[in-house]
């Protein structure tokens, strides 16, 4: 099923665009977020608009203004998409031809997602198909994951899980760091001694700490995400031996090669596929694909994203392999006011459903993106 969809996606055409818009929003949370690398206040995102006679389709990119979690910030997918990416989006192009133009530019994934995600929905308003259509898959229901920041007290972290478990969140993962860790684990355990669970790091340890993170292993946890560093594989390979736990790769992952890679030589038994990391959807669905040709399960991670990123997470999930709960929470866990209608909400049972309209199914509110925008830059 995956590989028909990939050759069919290839073929379908990029279109005359008649404007292409930059668009730099800041939304406020809720609550900070913090983990092992940074703690974000607010969610600042570049967007695309693309018009192409009359039709207008969004993209979000993913990365943040700063360095912390990825090397692209803001800033360097602009450049990218602005001096590189961008004039290769041509009338005469297909979205296959447009992702092997684009792999001169080595890395910046985010950058490429940005317009593949953009003329994606583009085209699905043009064809008046939902997303999830245009990919090549049936509507379904989406499991919900939450991902709990940084709390400042164990306590603190107990109200948390709490509430999630109320909300109906079908797993809950909580941050830890080298000196919030087991402690904190054990505590959430304790409470609640049934919930799906698991954690994740952001590479704040290094392979000494072994023997410390098989404490881990107490907890029945579903996975330990990204213990390791950023980039590494071979050492998550060693660890993966030591640990009884599964690990879960995601920012050491950037495209199909990297997660054969990492399956094959034993560093991760998961993969949380974040779209913008690896470069958009279709190389998602490459990743989705090898992954279960190899008995890996994979899931849709999150980057705290603005509703337009958010609703393409969603339809990533009808895809074939995402048989784990992401990093898919509702709206109101983000911001008090998103920029798009209708918001992510748990339905019955925890899940959420894909949106119904022509591409992602969201509605960009012009009231509200004028109240978030810091700035514009037409470039086309
Ligand atoms: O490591 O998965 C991560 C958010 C920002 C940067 C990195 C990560 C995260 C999350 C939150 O865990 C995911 C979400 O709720 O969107
Ligand atoms: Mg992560």
């Given at each position: ?8 996606l ?9 404007g292409?818009?930059?668009?730099t929003?800041?939304?406020p ?5 913090g ?8 969610k600042?995102?570049?967007?695309l ?15 943040d ?20 990416l ?10 296959g ?5 684009f792999?001169?530019v080595?890395g ?41 920041g940084?709390?400042a007290?164990i ?7 709490d ?33 799906r ?16 993170l098989?404490q881990?292993?107490a ?22 031996r ?14 199909e ?27 998602s ?23 337009i990123?958010?609703a393409?997470?969603i ?7 995402f ?30 459903d ?27």
């Amino acid at each position: 099923m995956n590989e028909d969809n990939l050759a069919r996606l290839g073929a379908v055409p990029v279109g005359p665009i008649d404007g292409i818009e930059f668009i730099t929003v800041r939304l406020p949370f809720v609550s900070p977020f913090g983990t092992s690398v940074y703690t974000w206040t607010c969610k600042e995102a570049l967007l695309l608009r693309l018009v192409s006679d009359g039709v207008v389709g969004w993209g979000e990119c993913v990365a943040d203004p700063d360095p912390f979690y990825a090397y692209e910030t803001t800033t360097t997918a602009r450049h990218i998409l602005k001096d590189f990416l961008l004039p290769l989006v041509q009338p005469e192009a297909t979205l296959g031809s447009l992702e092997a133009a684009f792999r001169r530019v080595r890395g910046h994934g985010m950058a490429k997602a940005t317009i593949e995600n953009a003329l994606l929905d583009l085209s699905a308003r043009r064809a008046g198909v939902p997303l999830h259509e245009l990919l090549g898959y049936p509507p379904k229901r989406i499991m919900s994951g939450i991902s709990i920041g940084l709390q400042a007290s164990i306590d603190a972290l107990l109200e948390a899980v709490d509430e999630a478990v109320e909300a109906g969140y079908h797993r809950v993962k909580m941050k830890i760091s080298r000196d919030k860790d087991v402690e904190w684990v054990r505590a959430v355990r304790q409470r609640f001694p049934s919930i799906r669970m698991m954690v994740d790091a952001n590479g704040d340890y290094s392979l000494d700490a072994a023997d410390h993170l098989k404490q881990l292993d107490a907890f029945d946890l579903m996975m330990i995400e990204q213990p390791l560093s950023y980039s590494d594989i071979a050492q998550h390979a060693h660890l993966q031996r030591r640990l009884a736990t599964p690990i879960c790769l995601d920012e050491s992952i950037h495209s199909e090669a990297d997660a054969i890679a990492a399956i094959e030589l034993g560093a991760c038994r998961v993969i949380n596929i974040k779209q913008g990391r690896v470069g958009g959807l279709l190389e998602s669905i490459r990743i989705a694909r090898a992954s279960a040709a190899r008995g890996v399960d994979v899931w849709s991670g999150g980057m705290d994203e603005t509703g337009i990123g958010r609703a393409v997470n969603i339809h990533l999930q009808t895809v074939d392999g995402f048989t784990l709960p992401g990093d898919t929470s509702e709206t109101r866990r983000y911001f008090h006011e998103d920029i798009v209608e209708p918001g992510v909400v748990l339905g019955p049972g925890g899940f959420i459903d894909v949106p119904t309209g022509p591409g992602t199914g969201v509605t960009v509110v012009p009231e509200r993106l004028a109240r978030y925008r810091l700035e514009s830059e037409r470039v086309r």
